[in-house]
């Protein structure tokens, strides 16, 4: 990921777009102001799976937004997003396919072709 956004600074655009305060904010998640505070200050790292659900939630992130929310947690904890572990597991091709992607050292362009065809199939 190249973007220059966190997770904190990611939770406060949307956090202030849903106009909630960050006080309403952690009462809604039930989470203390003060760990919201360095959440969102990057101060600490994205919290665990069930608190990183509540937070989506609490924001009705749209799909997209759900999206680039789990990849920035997971960046702030330098690893794979909370969504994806449990889906690789469960299918080997999966797990195939990244590796052999790996190994060969597939470019982007061909992620990319590989992606717009699966969204293009019904």
Known sequence: MTSTKTFGSFIIEKRLDRQ????EFSKRINL??????DIEKDRRAAPRAEILNRMADALSLTNDERNTFYDLAAQSKNTVSDDLPDYIMEHEIV???LRTSKERNIDMGMWRGFIDQMKSTK
Not at 32 to 37: G, L, N, Q
């Open 95 to 97: 797990r195939e396919a």
């Open 32 to 37: 203390s102001s003060v760990y919201i505070c």
């Open 20 to 23: 909630m305060t960050a006080r």
